[in-house]
């Protein structure tokens, strides 16, 4: 009734903004946003944090350096390549066009294109972008796949053909080079799904 | 006898460092290392001038535009593939082993590797580099060897034979993914030599 300062309870309110799950994902938003556009160099936990309007404090209790940033925000980006064990574990028969068909749907596919593409941009220009990379497409991806093949070194198959189809999306969408720039995906695929076929089932 | 000025003959003396092939050679020499160093966008004509000890007005004269003195510096950087339609002139046994064995010579070798690397990576950062690479690689390189082969849609063809190699180039020695990383140079050749024998010769 009088003029009493109001009594503190506790700690300090939060802005709701600061806790929980939606400031991680705003956070690796910003993170992926941030490498995609000024590339890994340039990118900084302080941008980070501004580009998602947190403390760059929250940004290194959440995730730790910047790489292991960029690792959880590549991860996200790399989230088209869960799908890949599920397309496996349809058996042998017709892997080759099952995985060449999936890759070539992420890339066609301008919203998953991009944050790859800045990845690998990161990867060629940054070599502690390119260990990340490794340490993650190794671990989460071909290793995975490879627990998958029933061939003699497994993980060497699986780097072959992954190196395969990201020769064609450097050359179809990065180098832009004609015809394969504006061949028809049906095309790509009835080429290439042999040869994945081969790599990853023939002994 | 007595103390007249020296009479002048003709032009002004010029410098031997300023004229001729071995100016060029100097000016080539200094873009690939000012390109493979500072990056597409860092590099200028001065800073190339600088490099070679030239003015830039003789960059200019010899060479054009910043994209003409790139697109002359990486040809130098694909001497290598000048080499290529004498393997294509073998005949088609055979081809496919010889193409990805001689790929992966050029790759393994970091002399012939290192501009190579660079190329791609201003390739990759860079959109007019990427158009000079696309033209450039296409007119003197794949088209080039389309030419030799006896399939339908031969430069299709082509780049999906490069692509594979290019992608292999990119695991093996930008990211280092193992095992691929340090497989035995034979067994990657084993491997994908059917893969660019069909792809160069099987209709």
Redesign the interface.
């Known amino acids: 009734m009088n003029g009493m300062a109001p009594r503190r309870r506790g700690r300090p309110a939060r802005k709701a903004a600061d806790t929980g799950p939606s400031a991680q994902q705003k956070i690796l938003d910003a993170a992926r946003t941030e490498f995609a556009e000024r590339?890994y160099d340039k990118t900084s936990i302080r941008g980070i944090a501004k580009a998602a309007g947190v403390d760059p404090a929250l940004v290194h209790h959440y995730f730790g350096t910047k790489d292991e940033v960029f690792a959880a925000a590549i991860e996200v980006s790399f989230e088209p390549a869960l799908m890949v064990p599920a397309l496996l574990a349809g058996g042998p028969d017709g892997i080759g066009e099952r995985l060449a068909r999936y890759f070539i749907g992420v890339w066609e596919n301008p919203v998953t294109r991009a944050p790859l593409l800045a990845v690998?941009?990161s990867?060629?220009?940054h070599e502690a972008a390119?260990k990340v990379?490794?340490t993650f497409?190794?671990r989460r991806l071909?290793e995975r796949v490879a627990e998958d093949l029933d061939v003699p070194?497994p993980?060497?198959?699986a780097?072959?053909a992954?190196?395969?189809?990201?020769?064609?999306a450097?050359?179809?969408y990065?180098?832009?080079?004609?015809?394969?720039a504006s061949?028809d995906t049906e095309?790509?695929i009835t080429?290439?799904a042999?040869?994945l076929q081969?790599?990853l089932t023939e002994a």
């Open positions: 590339g690998i941009r990867a060629l220009t390119a990379l490794r497409v190794l071909l070194n993980t060497f198959r780097e072959l992954a190196s395969h189809m990201l020769g064609i450097f050359l179809r990065v180098i832009k080079a004609e015809p394969l061949a095309e790509i080429m290439v042999p040869t081969r790599y």
